[in-house]
């Protein structure tokens, strides 16, 4: 048998009310801001910000409540749902040894930080101090979509996004999913109240978040949205006799439908005045956006050519990454890097740096005996919870409506997750460790009914000292690392911004390019310095100093990436590229090699193989490269066009003009320019044979269109063109 919250037992007795309060209003605080702040300027970015508060609010709740708990005697509170997170957090510690040790360690300490914030919502948040927390988490998602409506409507870009509307969250997906999980829990506030004049406005700021949900179009949040309104509908006429709501009158009734159905048809019909929204054609108006966006999942084209087809592509690899790593896994946080390995031949760079399905990463990550088990044992949870609150009687019909709210938010959370990775951003993250914690603190509330093992344990004044002193060196060390990402993100964010500017201005012949160059170097250096698996970032770095031909630049850095990522093809590309620029036609030979190994059968590899040996003067061997190939009947545009350019340059006539003639016949459309091309390489005289050339120039001409014949005629060398 198991306590309530407000009666002490040998078992569990509740935590003391100073305690409690104090942790849950940091808590409310950090629910709060977490989605409600941003950072105006590209110096940051979102999630790392948000990370940050992550860490310090759940860090500082933790320290508040072992304040208050130094001196009480009172066992805490603990659940069978906390072994997920540790064993996940020492799992990733582990994984350090013999995986990516970076990226091992972030996984770490997510899930450090998730199984302290799941350990404080079931010591603190009882009843009477939900509605507080869950206000926040309102209040948060509110003043989110109040960002979103500003810029769909206004056109406002007070934070840097890659697809907008994306509130304070980069990314119109990110908002989207977090929006749609916290909806339920509004909902269950808004049933919770008293019949006031409050109804209506609560009602039109639910609506509100509802809207902006439309505004983004993300599927996955569409579909969320469909699935929990129903399940919402549900809970509140299967449970309205133990709500507030179940004693409105008919006017308090009427007034929030009306609420709802105005506020959704109202501030769903107002067009955008976003330029770049109305350039998409995926509607003006959030509800025009809701149902195309909608309605794409039906086309045909959105599974071979869409989103969902490069969606799909990750899946499928990351299946394939599971089945050879089926026991433990690539390591924690590893997917990104061993993703490259399992991903399509014809693949040269990295789909994305995430699975976009939480629990095919946790799979192919953690393997089957962690991550499985792990993955069976909260669904086993869930599934029991969702069974025993259906049929609960008596008494625990009090407990029940929380219990399906919050069951409703996890659901949507699960939808969301198949197709994307909101447990990995902070706001995703600390929303799934309060639902669960939620729960289990409902547990200890329905004692044995709930079916579900909690348990309580002591805690002596020397162990809270202890913790006092482990989370005051953890805030330390959360300090320290925020510092040190705000340092490497403005460093290496700014160096992308200088890098091009100094490629602009060599490309216009500007003053200031070199002072620009030495700028961008210079910080280049020092946030990889700070950070040197920053794949996303420091790639962008590299690619102005590439195309400017400043390969000794581009070469360090993209040496730096491969070191942290020694798998993705198209880094070993630059790199080789690099190499031979530079005269180093050794090391060019081990990136080559390093393709080779990544990519051994595909069309680019033999380009670039052949690519690299004319270069290093060896064109008899280039030469035999393109030749298989050729006989081979396995070629693409872009080694037609070496073939072509090596021929040329190494006077291997019968190469390039192999190459022209498969590229006139294969493409028809560029047939013109390339029978000009041959026929002036029928006029060379070592190759001279003037009647194959006149042939070709006769064949271009008629393939160009009336309006540019005299323009062609002008290229052909003028023995010939008094002959055409």
Not at 461 to 482: D, E, F, K, N
Not at 543 to 565: K, M, Y
Request: charged fraction near 10%.
């Amino acid at each position: 048998m198991h306590a309530s919250d407000n009666t002490a037992s040998p078992y569990q007795a509740p935590a003391p009310q100073a305690a409690g309060s104090s942790a849950s209003t940091v808590l409310a605080w950090m629910a709060f801001l977490l989605p409600a702040v941003g950072v105006p300027g590209e110096m940051l970015l979102q999630d790392t910000l948000k990370s940050a508060a992550l860490a310090f609010g759940t860090l500082i709740a933790a320290g508040v409540f072992m304040w208050h708990q130094r001196k009480n005697t009172a066992p805490v509170f603990g659940h069978a749902l906390l072994a997920v997170p540790i064993v996940l957090t020492v799992y990733a510690l582990g994984s350090m040894v013999w995986s990516h040790p970076y990226l091992a360690g972030v996984e770490a300490i997510r899930w450090f930080l998730l199984t302290v914030l799941l350990f404080l919502s079931m010591n603190t948040l009882r009843q009477d101090m939900l509605p507080r927390l869950l206000w926040g988490i309102h209040a948060g998602a509110l003043v989110a979509s109040v960002w979103a409506a500003w810029q769909f409507w206004g056109g406002w870009n007070g934070f840097p996004q890659a697809a907008v509307p994306a509130s304070s969250f980069a990314n119109r997906n990110f908002f989207a999913e977090y929006a749609v999980a916290v909806l339920p829990l509004s909902v269950w506030l808004l049933t919770r109240l008293s019949a006031s004049r409050y109804l209506v406005w609560v009602a039109l700021s639910i609506a509100f978040n509802g809207v902006a949900i439309l505004m983004t179009g993300t599927r996955s949040a569409l579909i969320a949205l469909s699935v929990a309104l129903p399940c919402l509908m549900l809970v509140i006429v299967r449970y309205r006799t133990q709500l507030p709501c179940g004693l409105w009158g008919r006017r308090q009734v009427v007034g929030v439908g009306l609420a709802f159905a105005l506020g959704v048809a109202v501030l769903g019909n107002l067009p955008s005045g976003n330029t770049a929204i109305l350039q998409e054609g995926m509607g003006a108006t959030p509800l025009q956006r809701g149902v195309l966006r909608t309605s794409s999942m039906a086309q045909s084209t959105e599974y071979s050519q869409g989103s969902f087809s490069v969606r799909s592509a990750m899946w499928l690899a990351t299946a394939r990454m599971l089945v050879a790593h089926p026991w433990v896994g690539v390591g924690a946080g590893a997917w990104e890097v061993q993703i490259p390995l399992y991903q399509r031949t014809d693949t040269t760079l990295e789909t994305d740096y995430y699975a976009h399905n939480e629990s095919l990463q946790l799979l192919s990550e953690y393997g089957l005996v962690v991550g499985g088990l792990c993955l069976a044992l909260v669904l086993a949870y869930l599934i029991k919870v969702a069974a025993t609150t259906w049929q609960a009687s008596g008494l625990a019909l009090q407990e029940v409506p929380l219990r399906a709210f919050v069951l409703t938010s996890l659901l949507a959370q699960l939808i969301v997750s198949n197709a994307g990775f909101p447990w990995h951003l902070a706001s995703g993250g600390m929303l799934l460790a309060l639902c669960l914690g939620l729960l289990a603190r409902s547990d200890s509330r329905l004692g044995d009914q709930a079916a579900a093992r909690t348990y309580a344990f002591a805690v002596s004044a020397r162990t809270t000292q202890a913790a006092l002193i482990g989370l005051a060196c953890c805030v330390a060390v959360a300090g320290g690392l925020s510092v040190q990402a705000l340092r490497a993100e403005s460093k290496l964010v700014s160096a992308i911004t200088l890098a091009n500017r100094y490629a602009q201005a060599e490309r216009t012949d500007a003053p200031g390019a070199a002072d620009l160059k030495a700028q961008a170097l210079q910080l280049a250096r020092e946030g990889i310095a700070i950070h040197p698996h920053y794949r996303k970032l420091t790639g962008e770095i590299a690619e102005p100093f590439a195309a400017q031909g400043d390969w000794h630049n581009a070469v360090w850095i993209l040496e730096s990436l491969t070191a942290s990522r020694p798998h993705v093809v198209a880094l070993w590309t630059g790199l080789a590229r690099g190499y031979f620029h530079l005269g180093q036609h050794g090391q060019a030979e081990q990136a080559w090699a390093q393709v080779q190994r990544l990519k051994p059968e595909t069309l680019s590899t033999a380009t670039l193989h052949a690519t690299l040996l004319a270069q290093a003067g060896r064109g008899p061997e280039a030469a035999t490269v393109l030749v298989r190939q050729f006989d081979n009947q396995a070629f693409d545009w872009d080694m037609v066009q070496a073939g072509y350019a090596i021929g040329y340059t190494t006077q291997n006539w019968a190469l390039a003009i192999r190459a022209l003639e498969l590229r006139n016949t294969t493409w028809p459309e560029q047939a013109a320019d390339g029978f000009l091309r041959l026929g002036k390489l029928y006029a060379e005289p070592h190759v001279n044979q003037p009647d194959k050339a006149l042939a070709a120039f006769r064949a271009g001409l008629a393939a160009v269109p009336q309006d540019q014949k005299s323009n062609y005629r002008a290229q052909v060398p003028s023995p010939f063109n008094a002959q055409m």
